[in-house]
């Protein structure tokens, strides 16, 4: 079939997809993805995901940052020499200030910084990837609920057709125009019906409930939807090379690379020497007690000329101590530690690479899979619509073929069982063109809440990354959320 033709049954099957008649009260499938696009826990999830990561940044940030510490020490010491009887009771209390500052690491910091930013950037890609997910999902859960509820009403209707050849069999067979083998039989049909009508409501049952796990309300009344046609890329090798350009999962994995190989470089650096400076100030009190025994000479009195008496001795002293250094650490041998550690990371790095590889081929199958169920679908509808048509045409023949005793109630429940098919068929077609469309906008990465035009508010995650990658100091989220221990 020529690609125009296709083009313009997709057009057509605007108004083929309105399952339902629609209501200003109805809600529309847009409506349903911004509600999924705002509402989704999990969406919502990997939003504060990437705001943890953002602040790997200013963490790695912090090596180039002086470390500033306040220290305070306290001491008692008692001494007592037997010999002479003499004790000593020493106390010492210090405090002061302790900066260091690392000089140079081997580059660690600032390679630890890149590899924290392109974590960043992968983490956004991902987060991207994720949206896209939800909108798909939100999309085939808003379809299937449209097409469950479109096969348990024609499952009713079918049900209420076979009840209704159930009484008229038994009519015939009281007048004799029948047999029981007719009833029999559009019983048997009715009780099948019956039981398809129950797995039809409960199929519907579940819809409903995926419908509310993703877009987070009650399914009530859905308008009927139409393919993404604009989103399309005129042919596959265009969507290939789209895709291959622009879509998230494939660029996440890209800046996993970037991440990896600058942790490389850091893992490097460990075997570098390392400077680092430091600076104190300090005060110090010291104060002691010493004390001896009362010693008298003999035949003398305490007080007198002569004597001499023990006693107690107490000096204080206070010192001031500034002191600045440099200290350079040389590694020369660590256990085998930092060269493992090195080792590690460049197959780090080499596994990174293929999962770009792996992200492309999983991307071209997506789009393959999504473009052909796409077209098959359109072709699909066309010739159901003409299997619905002829099997409605083939039911009336039969039925009154049966009123005039050509045809028999089996032909008839067969006819209308041909029927039924046909009509789920439909409806199962209707629901796969649109969902493919919505699949093959997410394999070309373009299934985002702009491209769409979704009336939300887009959640930029550069915002909050731009507000933290160079924070200093403070205990409070950018969106305002304080310490539950410490005051902001």
Same mark, same amino acid.
């Given at each position: ?9 997709? !057009? ?51 090596? @180039? ?29 210090? *405090?002061? /200030? ?19 930013? $392109? ?16 909108? *798909?999902?939100? =999309?085939?859960? @808003? ?8 096969? $348990? ?21 009281? !007048? ?14 009715? #009780? ?5 009508? #129950? ?77 680092? $400076? ?43 101590? =500034? ?9 020369? @041998? ?36 999504? +473009?052909?169920? @796409? ?12 299997? /619905? ?8 023949? !039969? ?58 508010? /887009? ?7 731009? #507000?933290?990658?160079?924070? +200093? ?16």
């Amino acid at each position: 079939m020529p690609r125009a033709r296709i083009r313009l049954l997709a !057009v057509l099957l605007a108004s083929a997809t309105a399952f339902l008649p629609q209501s200003a009260s109805a809600e529309s499938i847009f409506g349903a993805l911004s509600k999924a696009y705002e509402f989704n826990s999990e969406l919502n999830s990997a939003r504060a995901g990437v705001r943890v990561t953002d602040e790997d940044v200013a963490i790695a940030k912090s090596g @180039y940052r002086p470390t500033v510490a306040g220290v305070a020490d306290a001491d008692y010491t008692s001494r007592t020499e037997r010999q002479d009887d003499v004790g000593s009771r020493i106390a010492t209390f210090s *405090f002061g /200030v302790q900066i260091n500052q690392t000089l140079f690491d081997g580059f660690q910091t600032r390679n630890n910084v890149r590899s924290a930013e $392109a974590s960043v950037f992968a983490a956004q890609e991902n987060l991207r990837n994720t949206e896209q997910n939800i909108l *798909f999902n939100a =999309a085939s859960a @808003y379809m299937d609920v449209i097409r469950d509820r479109r096969i $348990a009403a024609l499952t009713e209707q079918n049900l209420a057709f076979l009840s209704e050849q159930v009484r008229a069999a038994r009519s015939r067979l009281e !007048v004799g125009e029948g047999t029981r083998t007719d009833v029999a039989q559009a019983e048997a049909s009715a #009780a099948q019906a019956e039981a398809n009508l #129950a797995s039809a409501r409960a199929q519907a049952q579940a819809s409903a409930a995926t419908y509310r796990q993703i877009v987070g309300t009650e399914p009530g009344q859905l308008d009927g939807a139409s393919p993404l046609s604009k989103l399309l890329p005129r042919s596959i090798e265009q969507g290939q090379a789209v895709a291959l350009g622009q879509h998230p999962a494939i660029q996440a994995t890209e800046f996993l690379v970037d991440a990896t190989a600058y942790q490389v470089k850091s893992a490097e650096g460990a075997l570098l020497p390392q400077v680092s $400076a430091s600076a104190g100030l300090q005060r110090s009190f010291t104060n002691t007690v010493t004390s001896s025994p009362q010693v008298t000479r003999e035949g003398a009195f305490p007080g007198l000329p002569g004597v001499t008496t023990g006693g107690r001795t107490e000096s204080s002293d206070t010192t001031d101590t =500034a002191s600045i250094g440099v200290t350079l650490n040389v590694p020369i @041998y660590q256990g085998g530690r930092a060269s493992a550690q090195v080792r590690q990371a460049k197959e780090r790095l080499g596994q990174a690479r293929i999962e770009v590889d792996v992200a492309r081929d999983q991307v071209r199958q997506a789009l393959t899979t999504a +473009w052909t169920q @796409y077209f098959a679908s359109i072709e699909a509808v066309q010739a159901n619509r003409e299997v /619905v048509a002829a099997a409605q045409l083939a039911l009336s023949g !039969v039925t009154e073929e049966r009123n005039v005793g050509q045809r028999t109630t089996l032909d008839v429940l067969e006819a209308q069982a041909d029927v039924i098919t046909a009509q789920i068929n439909l409806a199962s077609a209707q629901r796969d063109v649109v969902v493919a469309s919505y699949a093959i906008a997410s394999a070309t990465g373009a299934l985002s809440a702009e491209r769409l035009g979704l009336n939300v508010v /887009v959640y930029r995650p550069q915002e909050h990354f731009d #507000a933290v990658r160079d924070k +200093w100091f403070g205990l409070r989220t950018p969106d305002g959320r304080c310490s539950d221990l410490l005051p902001c």
